[in-house]
Structure formats: C-alpha cells, structure tokens
C-alpha cells in the first residue's frame, strides 16, 4: 500500500518529535504491508508551521538516508499538506507538491471553505486539488463531494474513519463516500507512532470486504503510482 498522508518528518510541525520517533513509524507501517510513503508536512504559516520547499528538502533527505540505513523497506516520496487557503496561490509557489507533480494535498480546515471555488481557480492554473479527509468538514455534505468529483476534484479520506475512529459524523460521511466509491485515496495522516499506525492495513480490509478487491487495489496503491508516482494525467 501506499500512504500518501502523513507527518513523517520530525521537528517541523505537529508529526514526529524527533527523527527516531519517524523510524518508529515507519517500521510500523512496513510491518503492516505499507511500501511506499509521502512526507506531508504541514504548510500553514496561519498555524506557525511556515514551511517551505526549501527548508524542508534537507530533512528530507536526512530523513531518507536514515531509512536507508535502518534497512527499512519503504521508498519516500516528498510532498506536503497545505492549510492556508487565503494566501493559497502564493504559498503553492513556494510548497513542494506531491512528489513535484501538479497535485497539491490541501486540507480547508473546519472554517466553512469555498472548495469549490478554490479548486476551480487552481485547476484554471493547471493545479489538481486532492482534498485531505473532506469526511472532517463539517460544513462538507455529500452533495458537495458528489458535484466536487465530477469536477476532477479529488478525495483523500483518512483510514482511521473508515475503521470506526474518530468522530461519528466523519464515519458516518466517510461511509457513504465508500458506498458511492467517491474515494481516490485512503491515507493514514500519523502523527506519531502509536497503536493506530495499522488503521491502514485495517482500513484496507474494510473496503475490499464492502466494495471489491479491485477498489481496494484502486484507492490504496494504484491511484497513487498513477497519479503522483508515474504522473499520468
Ligand atoms: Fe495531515
């Protein structure tokens, strides 16, 4: 599988506290059938996290030798999460993007968004949203998620609510999302290494048993390589 959410990095938000705690996790995750693996940190200066392309990149690398080294099993792949949606164009500009693809993971936050704007005036820009857990928004209805879709909008939800974690309400959107097959990912978001670093491998037997393999297959591995591995459009 592939999780293309997570706050693998150390030091440089709210995710990993130091850079053992980011090999922690990602043995973790290796056990657990997880072979490849985005670094999102957060990029939102709205929330102290003033991350850059460029004072991120170093511990990145850092952070892939260190993999290397420890002989974990798992390639990574750099990109981030962005939250700040006021000064999103300029904050893009300097972001990394999913793996320096057109793709730009965005979390809108729980203040009421106009997703739809938003995406439509990234996408004249030829930047594709990929939506972090649309299920958290509270002002987000199903509606909405339908009508985003066909726009090209796309959907990353979070394993730990398709595994009855979190709140009801998330579950509840995250459900009827994988009923009506609106997902385009499923990703983990850790932030540290705990008990939860296996919601994906659960997760994953979740949708194979209520969809079918092939959409399994679809929202933990190949829309990833698609997408943001081999960057097809
Ligand atoms: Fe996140």
Redesign the pocket.
Known sequence: MIDI???ILPQVDD?AKDIEESLTMLKNFEQCGITAVFA?S?VAPNRGFNNTKATLINIFDTLQKRVQEAAINIKLYFGS?IDDHEKLEAIIASAPTMNNTNYV?L?FGMKKADIEDITYELKIRNIKTIV??PERYTYLDIETIRRLKKQGVLFQV?APHLIKHGRKASQKIAKQMLKEQLIDFVAS?A?HANTMNNAMQKAYDVVKKKTSLEYAEKIFIKNAETYLINNEQ
Do not use: Q
């Open positions: 959410h997570t706050h995710g999102t957060h999460e993971l979390d972090a857990h979070s978001d932030h």
